[in-house]
């Protein structure tokens, strides 16, 4: 269905080509996942696929690129619409029109389609991703989950033969992704739709899909094949998989349910070694709030009467679905909301009562977009201008963004960065202030296994010095591995507030993979066993 | 079919055409205030939740403003015709070549009503067209386009709805700005919020443009260059005849004969350039706009309170245009009372029958238990 001849692009002024030596072909009716670290050339591949690489974003492309036989180089991403459907990483940035049945209508309209048959296809589409009760709601007004599927809807209504998709669900919690890439599967298996999709999270996607194209980085070939063969020999590899390589099951499985079935000698062997260590307890608290209510102009409170404290040392994890609150929680803390009753205590003062520059040297909070946090056009300009924003010595800020992500240049504009640096870089100008809490909003969105486990070392490595760190995040594997307690918001209340291993091992919702795989074993991560399981013979 | 009862989008344009032409044809302030107030009224009472329609007050505050300038100037530069000198301001005396023009000097009572007159003219004139862009969803205005103007107005209504984008990511940068301790005011700040606001923006369109190309947008059929020409130059002409028309029949209609047949030139020369215009035009539509008894009733109801308007400006000149030297004290007549009253109709024809009161209906998702409905992340 999708096939790549020899393709390699290198974009205009780049030194190396973004993709190299492409020469498969992915089948018609098939799932295929595409992985690789930030910047191996993922959004490329799928550009391709689309005609979106090169017509709209320049640079040169050599080979073929053939989609369902149509040679991309003579057909324009708009004379693709009817075999290519395509959807994007934010969806809101692609809508067109205000209402749910408007947009799914759109590109049968572009293609001049009867209206008997758009009127059948968008109420075939509503149902398939049941989307019936939205079909007049303004866009503007849904959450995040039903926003994709409208997107991923509004592709398909067209009935393309190949649907491609950047990364769908990084903005969802886990169960909105759930049933976006449940949607996913069911087309796969209905209507026979041949999706490329590309996904960070792999433990979220990989048991859905039927083949693998890894990507290795500049000046490689990617790999392809199916997943269990191609994962195995990859760097990026859901925590399945390493389980998998550590005790040494052949095949690897990838997907909880084969681990599972392969796990029971290991299970036998872990269950007479000692559990793993208890969470850290915290020590004194840093931040205490009281009846804290928080509500919008007009609208009804967000966040209801929430007594919580932080504590000096711990890492705690806020999770909780699309709209649950966790963003205005984390606001409010740090002072720039001012809550509508009940207080905020850092210590014996309000945040929301000091000015901003003295705000941040008590509660530091990196935003969802820690791009708006920057607007000087490189990334010395932006640490120095840290530097005497945080009255700190020279070149400060910069040790700290070399403690996070060693080798940035100086001269490199900060759009420019990958989101993994460009996170360490807001990172490091928030902790120039010293502050003793710091807040961080959904900081795995957009970051590979690697930049995952640099953020995870750097946020263990300050809570150790003494800074108390609230995450909102959805990524559970993320959680297991770096938070102390799990807190859970749900309607503007605090539902759960727990040691992580409690928390997470009793919902299958929260649990990572491993806990799944070695349940009723209270084991979270692959690093704890590696480090419980005698070196092997 | 229109969606759940909706007006045509036509109906509240012609509505407010009407009601403009009806301010165009007097200075009377009575009567503009009265047609200020049934816009008022209507937008109140008809106004759809969406957030398009938050404007209407941003129109109000402009047609003050409107006020206020002319007659400002009027204080400044205005002639000191009339005998009830209210006060005498500084005259600053200019040199001989400037002669006519006055700077400061006595204001007149008289000078300062006609004053006040035109700017609230001018002003009701704007609050027309804010209460049809508030009325009229501007997206559902698109689909009554013709074929060959529609990626046109895409493009237009894309535009549009660009700008509370961008004043929601000023607000977000602004928002975060204050987490690095700027204080968000000074010349400063309008640079480190500007730049990130406009990369923003910059990258929005650029996505939304790549997701147009990739939805078949502009997917057209071949087409000869003189075809483009021949649109191009009908449409040009009409559009020509099209404001000549109208200035002769709005502005000035005592100049002759010009008016009407110009503009029936341009009407044709336009319809005839879209037909050959639209025959290149692939696309099809999901919804076709119909003309319901309600959406005529809206239109022909501002069509009425135009043509009493009209008639009293031609045969009751002291009601319309009320002298102001002499300074008389503005009088009503019945008939363009009546005509306005009867503009009012909307606010209970234009009610949807099968959704009783649209904002109604809006209420529950506004008190709903949590700020973003959150359906979709109710499974199992």
């Known amino acids: 269905m999708i096939r790549f001849d020899h393709v390699s692009v290198r974009y205009a002024d780049a030194a190396a080509d973004a993709l190299s030596g492409v020469d498969l072909t992915v089948p018609d009716g098939e799932l295929c996942l595409v992985v690789g670290r930030t910047g191996s050339g993922k959004s490329t591949l799928l550009g391709a696929a689309s005609g979106h690489v090169p017509h709209f974003t320049g640079g040169r492309l050599s080979g073929r690129v053939l989609v369902d036989g149509r040679d991309t180089r003579e057909f324009r991403p708009r004379e693709l619409a009817d075999v290519v459907g395509v959807v994007g990483q934010s969806p809101v940035d692609g809508f067109v029109t205000d209402s749910v049945e408007d947009e799914l209508a759109f590109t049968m309209e572009s293609l001049g389609m009867q209206r008997p048959v758009m009127r059948r296809r968008v109420e075939e589409t509503l149902d398939l991703l049941g989307l019936a009760e939205l079909r007049d709601r303004p866009l503007a007004q849904l959450s995040a989950g039903q926003q994709q599927r409208v997107a991923i809807g509004s592709a398909l209504t067209a009935h393309p033969r190949v649907l491609v998709l950047d990364e769908p669900t990084s903005a969802l919690d886990p169960g909105a992704a759930e049933d976006v890439l449940a949607a996913l599967h069911r087309l796969v298996h209905d209507l026979g739709i041949t999706v490329l999709l590309s996904e960070h999270r792999l433990e979220r996607v990989v048991q859905y899909a039927d083949s693998v194209i890894s990507l290795a980085g500049p000046g490689q070939p990617p790999r392809y094949g199916v997943p269990g063969d191609v994962l195995g020999a990859s760097e990026v590899a859901p925590p399945v998989v390493h389980l998998g390589r550590l005790a040494g099951w052949s095949p690897l499985p990838v997907s909880v349910r084969d681990a599972r079935r392969q796990a029971v000698d290991l299970r036998s062997r872990l269950s007479t070694l000692a559990a793993p260590a208890t969470s850290r307890a915290g020590g004194s608290v840093v931040l205490r709030t009281s009846g804290l209510t928080v509500r919008y102009r007009g609208g009804p409170p967000v966040l209801h009467d929430l007594d919580l404290t932080l504590a000096a040392g711990q890492v705690s994890a806020l999770m909780g679905r699309n709209g649950a609150g966790k963003s205005t929680l984390l606001w409010t803390l740090q002072g720039a909301l001012k809550p509508l009753r009940g207080t905020v205590h850092v210590g014996t003062e309000e945040p929301s009562a000091l000015d901003p520059a003295d705000r941040r040297t008590r509660v530091a909070l990196v935003p969802q977009d820690p791009t708006d946090l920057l607007y000087l056009d490189t990334v010395g300009t932006e640490c120095r201008q840290s530097d005497t924003e945080s009255q700190r010595p020279a070149r400060e800020t910069r040790a700290l963004l070399d403690r996070f992500t060693p080798g940035v240049d100086d001269d490199t504009d900060p759009r420019d960065l990958s989101e993994g640096q460009r996170l360490s870089l807001v990172l490091a100008i928030q902790l120039a202030a010293r502050p003793r809490v710091l807040l961080l909003d959904e900081p795995t969105r957009g970051l590979d296994y690697l930049a995952k486990d640099r953020l995870a070392a750097a946020l263990t490595q300050l809570s150790r010095d003494g800074t108390a760190v609230l995450l909102a995040t959805h990524d559970v594997e993320f959680v297991a591995t770096v938070a102390d307690r799990v807190l859970v918001l749900a309607g503007g209340e605090m539902i759960t507030d727990g040691a992580t291993r409690d928390v997470v091992l009793s919902s299958p919702t929260y649990a990572p993979q491993v806990a799944k795989v070695l349940a009723p074993d209270a084991w979270l991560t692959v690093a704890e066993v590696a480090r419980a399981l005698p070196v092997p013979a | ?380």
């Not at chain 2, 009733?297 to 030297?325: E, I, N």
Request: glycine residues 10%; aromatic residues 4%.
């Open chain 2, 1 to 380: 079919m229109n969606r759940h009862g909706e007006l045509h989008p036509l109906a509240w344009w012609l509505w407010a055409i009407g009601m403009a032409t009806a301010a165009s044809r007097t200075t009377n302030p009575l009567l503009l205030l009265l047609i200020i107030a049934v816009l008022g009224y209507v937008v109140a009472a008809r106004r759809p939740a969406q957030g398009w329609a938050r404007g209407f007050r941003a129109y109000l505050i402009l047609g003050l403003v409107v006020v206020a300038i002319r007659t400002v100037f009027h204080i400044i530069f205005g002639g000191g015709l009339g005998e009830t000198v209210l006060v005498r301001l500084p005259e600053l005396r200019l040199p001989e070549w400037a002669a006519g023009i006055r700077l400061g000097g006595a204001v007149s009572a008289e000078g300062l009503a006609s004053a006040l007159y035109d700017g609230l003219r001018l002003a009701t004139l704007l609050i027309c067209v804010g209460a049809a862009v508030t009325l009229a969803e501007p997206r559902r205005l698109l689909r009554t386009l013709p074929g060959a103007l529609y990626e046109l107005g895409l493009v237009v209504v894309v535009a549009i709805s660009l700008a509370p984008q961008l004043v929601e990511s000023a607000l977000r940068v602004r928002r975060a700005r204050a987490l690095r301790g700027a204080s968000g005011r000074g010349l400063r700040a309008v640079r480190s919020i500007g730049m990130p606001v406009l990369a923003m923006a910059l990258d929005r369109a650029v996505s939304l443009a790549a997701a147009m190309d990739a939805r078949g947008y502009g997917r057209s059929g071949s087409v000869s260059a003189g075809t483009r020409r021949l649109t191009a130059g009908l449409l040009l002409m009409g559009l020509l005849g099209l404001s000549l028309g109208a200035y002769g029949v709005l502005a000035a209609p005592e100049q002759g004969s010009v008016g009407l047949p110009s503009l029936l030139v341009g009407v044709l020369a336009c319809v005839a350039g879209l037909a050959v215009g639209s025959r290149r035009v692939l696309r099809s539509r999901y919804r076709a706009e119909r003309v319901d008894p309600r959406s005529a009733a809206v239109a022909a109801s501002g069509m009425v309170a135009a043509v009493c308007l009209l008639v009293t400006s031609r045969y009751d000149v002291a009601t319309a245009y009320p002298s102001t030297y002499p300074l008389d004290v503005p009088q009503l007549a019945l008939l363009p009372v009546l005509g306005l009253l009867i503009a009012l109709a909307p606010a209970w024809v234009a009610r949807s029958p099968t959704s009783p009161d649209s904002r109604a209906t809006e209420r529950p998702s506004a008190t709903g238990a949590e700020p973003t409905p959150a359906v979709g992340a109710g499974r199992s």
